[in-house]
C-alpha cells in the first residue's frame, strides 16, 4: 500500500549537517512515511551517514547519482515517489518533531491540493529561533486557487518560492507535469510559479516547523565568478520563464507575473551592479536582457514611479554596459 507521505531530501556534502537533519526526518510519527533521500555525488562522508541511518529505519530509500544539482536530485526523487502527498526537505535544514503529521491532517481535513507551510531560519542553534516566523502575511485562515494566492502574495510582497515549505498533493504535480528545472539555481521561482497555476486549492498553516539553516557557504552567498555568472544568468531565465507563464493567461494572472518580473529583475541588477562580474561577461549578459526585450515584462509590471525608474534604470544600465563591452 502506498504512503501517506513521501519526503524527498536531496543531499550534496551536507555531513556536518546530515545527522541532525535525517534524524529529525525519522523522528516524523504520524502518517505512513517513505523517505527519499538523494545523494547527488558527495565527495564528503555524506553517503556514509546516510546509508547508516537507512539501516536504522526501512522507511528509508537511498538514491545515488553522479552530481547533477539540487533540480536533477529533487526530480529523481519525484520519479521514485509512490506517497499521495509530497514534502522536502534540504539535507542541512531540520523538521520540528509532528510537522507532517500536523500538515497531512490539515491538508487532508480541507481537501487541499497544497499547504503552505511556513519555517524559521537559523544558524547554529535552532532551539533559539523557535519563534521566529519566515512568513508572516499569508492569508492563514483563508483557502484560495493558487491563482488567487499568487495575486495575494505578490500584492503584499510575500510570494514564498521555496519548495521546502509546500506540502503538496502529488497527483497535481504529476498530473501538471511540473518537474525542477535542471539549467538554473533559483529553480523554486518557476516551480511554484507552476504550482499556482495548477492548484485549485491552497492553504496556510501558520505554526513554524521547518527548520531553514542559513548557510554562508551556499551558491547564493559565494562571490566565485563562475557562481555569480550562473546566478545572473537564472536570473535572465526567470524572466523569460514568467513571460512565458504569462502567455495565454486571464489580465489579473499575467500582472502578478509581470510584478515578480519585476521583482527578480532588481536582483539581477544588483548582481551585475556589485558581483564579482567581469565587463566582457557584464556586457553579454546586458546584451541578452535587452534582446529579451525584459525591460518590457518589467514596465508592465510597473504600477508606481519607483518601479517605472527600476525600469528604466535597468534598461539604461544594460546599454551603457552592452557598448562598453563592444568597444575594442
Given at each position: 500500500m502506498p504512503p501517506d507521505v513521501s519526503l524527498i531530501i536531496p543531499v550534496f556534502n551536507n555531513e556536518a549537517f546530515l545527522d541532525e537533519s535525517l534524524s529529525s526526518a525519522?523522528?516524523?510519527?504520524?502518517?505512513?512515511?517513505?523517505?527519499?533521500?538523494?545523494?547527488?555525488?558527495?565527495?564528503?562522508?555524506?553517503?556514509?551517514?546516510?546509508?547508516?541511518?537507512?539501516?536504522?529505519?526501512?522507511?528509508?530509500?537511498?538514491?545515488?547519482?553522479?552530481?547533477?544539482?539540487?533540480?536533477?536530485?529533487?526530480?529523481?526523487?519525484?520519479?521514485?515517489?509512490?506517497?499521495?502527498?509530497?514534502?522536502?526537505?534540504?539535507?542541512?535544514?531540520?523538521?520540528?518533531?509532528?510537522?507532517?503529521?500536523?500538515?497531512?491532517?490539515?491538508?487532508?481535513?480541507?481537501?487541499?491540493?497544497?499547504?503552505?507551510?511556513?519555517?524559521?531560519?537559523?544558524?547554529?542553534?535552532?532551539?533559539?529561533?523557535?519563534?521566529?516566523?519566515?512568513?508572516?502575511r499569508q492569508p492563514w485562515d483563508s483557502i484560495l486557487t493558487g491563482p488567487a494566492w499568487m495575486m495575494h502574495a505578490v500584492k503584499v510582497k510575500e510570494w514564498p518560492h521555496y519548495v521546502w515549505m509546500q506540502f503538496c498533493r502529488r497527483s497535481v504535480i504529476e498530473e501538471a507535469n511540473i518537474r525542477f528545472r535542471r539549467d538554473m539555481i533559483h529553480e523554486d521561482v518557476p516551480w511554484t510559479v507552476q504550482l499556482a497555476l495548477a492548484i485549485k486549492r491552497i492553504g496556510f498553516s501558520q505554526p513554524p516547523r521547518y527548520g531553514y539553516r542559513r548557510n554562508r557557504a551556499s551558491l547564493t552567498q559565494s562571490r566565485d565568478p563562475d557562481k555569480v555568472r550562473h546566478r545572473i544568468a537564472s536570473y535572465l531565465k526567470v524572466a523569460a520563464l514568467m513571460k512565458e507563464f504569462a502567455h495565454g493567461q486571464p489580465p489579473a494572472v499575467r500582472r502578478p507575473l509581470r510584478k515578480q518580473t519585476l521583482r527578480e529583475m532588481g536582483h539581477f541588477l544588483g548582481l551585475m551592479r556589485k558581483g564579482n562580474v567581469s565587463p566582457a561577461d557584464r556586457s553579454q549578459f546586458a546584451a541578452q536582457f535587452l534582446a529579451a526585450r525584459i525591460a518590457g515584462q518589467m514596465l508592465k509590471g510597473a504600477s508606481n514611479y519607483r518601479e517605472l525608474a527600476a525600469t528604466f534604470k535597468a534598461w539604461y544600465l544594460c546599454h551603457i554596459w552592452k557598448r562598453r563591452g563592444a568597444q575594442p
Amino acid at each position: 500500500m502506498p504512503p501517506d507521505v513521501s519526503l524527498i531530501i536531496p543531499v550534496f556534502n551536507n555531513e556536518a549537517f546530515l545527522d541532525e537533519s535525517l534524524s529529525s526526518a525519522r523522528a516524523q510519527e504520524g502518517p505512513s512515511l517513505e523517505i527519499i533521500i538523494i545523494d547527488d555525488g558527495s565527495t564528503d562522508a555524506s553517503l556514509e551517514k546516510i546509508k547508516a541511518h537507512a539501516a536504522l529505519d526501512p522507511r528509508i530509500v537511498v538514491i545515488t547519482q553522479a552530481n547533477q544539482g539540487v533540480s536533477a536530485a529533487r526530480n529523481a526523487g519525484l520519479d521514485r515517489a509512490s506517497g499521495k502527498w509530497l514534502a522536502f526537505l534540504d539535507g542541512d535544514d531540520w523538521l520540528a518533531p509532528g510537522s507532517l503529521a500536523a500538515w497531512h491532517q490539515q491538508a487532508e481535513r480541507d481537501h487541499l491540493d497544497c499547504l503552505m507551510c511556513n519555517g524559521f531560519s537559523f544558524e547554529k542553534d535552532i532551539q533559539t529561533l523557535l519563534d521566529e516566523a519566515i512568513l508572516r502575511r499569508q492569508p492563514w485562515d483563508s483557502i484560495l486557487t493558487g491563482p488567487a494566492w499568487m495575486m495575494h502574495a505578490v500584492k503584499v510582497k510575500e510570494w514564498p518560492h521555496y519548495v521546502w515549505m509546500q506540502f503538496c498533493r502529488r497527483s497535481v504535480i504529476e498530473e501538471a507535469n511540473i518537474r525542477f528545472r535542471r539549467d538554473m539555481i533559483h529553480e523554486d521561482v518557476p516551480w511554484t510559479v507552476q504550482l499556482a497555476l495548477a492548484i485549485k486549492r491552497i492553504g496556510f498553516s501558520q505554526p513554524p516547523r521547518y527548520g531553514y539553516r542559513r548557510n554562508r557557504a551556499s551558491l547564493t552567498q559565494s562571490r566565485d565568478p563562475d557562481k555569480v555568472r550562473h546566478r545572473i544568468a537564472s536570473y535572465l531565465k526567470v524572466a523569460a520563464l514568467m513571460k512565458e507563464f504569462a502567455h495565454g493567461q486571464p489580465p489579473a494572472v499575467r500582472r502578478p507575473l509581470r510584478k515578480q518580473t519585476l521583482r527578480e529583475m532588481g536582483h539581477f541588477l544588483g548582481l551585475m551592479r556589485k558581483g564579482n562580474v567581469s565587463p566582457a561577461d557584464r556586457s553579454q549578459f546586458a546584451a541578452q536582457f535587452l534582446a529579451a526585450r525584459i525591460a518590457g515584462q518589467m514596465l508592465k509590471g510597473a504600477s508606481n514611479y519607483r518601479e517605472l525608474a527600476a525600469t528604466f534604470k535597468a534598461w539604461y544600465l544594460c546599454h551603457i554596459w552592452k557598448r562598453r563591452g563592444a568597444q575594442p
